[in-house]
Nanobody, 121 residues
Framework: QVQLVESGGGLVQAGGSLRLSCTAS????????MGWFRQAPGKEREFVST????????YYAESVKGRFAISRNSARNTVYLQMNSLKPEDTAVYYC??????????????WGQGTQVTVST
């Protein structure tokens, strides 16, 4: 079993920045990718970004490319999402996930509880 704890969400004005963190603990002995998804009210959960175990591969949704940056600590158990130039449409609950290097929801086996990001105009 893997536990994921997210932090860093909050309220920010459009154009501002936030940094999300997510730390994995538990039975994490196997190599795994870490990803971020988000879900806005009334919408389906959507892919944001993912980073491979080796940290040499990253992938972003087109809607956040060039504004968001994903990274991983040297112990590989914490993933960060640096979010710059935030827009009101980035408002959502952001979820951290552990699984295969993929943009598909179904490829992630473990999920965090989510952290709210609200971008005001």
């Amino acid at each position: 079993q893997v536990q994921l704890v997210e932090s860093g969400g909050g309220l920010v004005q459009a154009g501002g920045s936030l940094r999300l963190s997510c730390t994995a603990s538990g039975r994490t002995s196997r190599a795994y990718a870490m990803g971020w998804f988000r879900q806005a009210p009334g919408k389906e959960r959507e892919f944001v970004s993912t980073i491979s175990w080796s940290v040499s591969n990253t992938y972003y949704a087109e809607s956040v490319k060039g504004r968001f940056a994903i990274s991983r600590n040297s112990a590989r158990n914490t993933v960060y999402l640096q979010m710059n130039s935030l827009k009101p449409e980035d408002t959502a609950v952001y979820y951290c996930a552990v699984g295969k290097y993929s943009r598909n929801f179904d490829d992630y086996a473990y999920w965090g509880q989510g952290t709210q990001v609200t971008v005001s105009t």
